[in-house]
């Protein structure tokens, strides 16, 4: 079994990036944006967008034919930034991130990318491909939010089970590599350790 956070900006898809690959119906908090949080979350460049993760979503997926079979427990943080103190409680036992960037609005992808640099947690980041937004290549990504070349960038579709799943067993095997390599937290064994 092994923890893994789905991080990313507000509206990045990560409610959605959750949903599309569990396997259990997913438990969400979602509530729905007021306008007592107009000043806060700016929903420039999300307009049709009505609601909002206030805690976290959790989902689980097994992967019995992955190299080796896996059962990974999902969560979903929030993407505003006045909600990092609660990823730092999310991030206890996690093996790895998953950093959706939504490229509309990269600049809500530094703090999730910083959080995860600082405490040393290895991560990927999926650019989650919107409907009518620009397609920018994976190295253009990476070279905006300067990232070194080993953190995995990879194209995705939120929505779509296949490239979630793909995403999370990308983020399995870096972190594999990196545990093995003596960097980044070692892989809890049970869920009562993550």
Not at 3 to 27: D, M, N, Q, R
Not at 73 to 98: K, S
Not at 148 to 168: E, K, Q, T, Y
Request: a negative charge.
């Amino acid at each position: 079994m092994l923890k893994i956070l789905i991080a990313g900006g507000f509206g990045a898809g990560k409610t959605t990036a959750v949903g599309a690959v569990s396997e259990i119906t997913p438990l969400s908090t979602e509530e729905y944006l007021t306008e007592a949080g107009a000043d806060v979350d700016s929903l420039a460049g999300l307009e049709a967008k009505r609601t909002t993760t206030v805690a976290f979503d959790f989902g689980r997926l097994s992967l019995p034919d992955a190299p080796f079979p896996l059962e990974l427990f999902l969560f979903g943080t929030p993407g505003q930034d006045r909600f990092v103190d609660l990823w730092y409680e999310l991030a206890r036992g996690a093996v790895g991130a998953v950093v959706l960037v939504d490229t509309r609005r990269l600049e809500s992808s530094f703090t999730p990318v910083s959080f995860f640099e600082d405490i040393g947690l290895p991560f990927v980041v999926a650019v989650n491909h919107f409907d009518g937004a620009h397609r920018y290549h994976p190295e253009q990504v990476r070279t905006a939010l300067e990232l070194p070349a080993s953190v995995p960038v990879i194209a995705c579709d939120a929505r779509d089970r296949n490239h979630v799943a793909g995403v999370l067993l990308t983020l399995v095997g870096h972190a594999e590599t990196r545990t093995s390599a003596g960097r980044g937290y070692p892989a809890p064994t049970t869920l009562q350790e993550a």
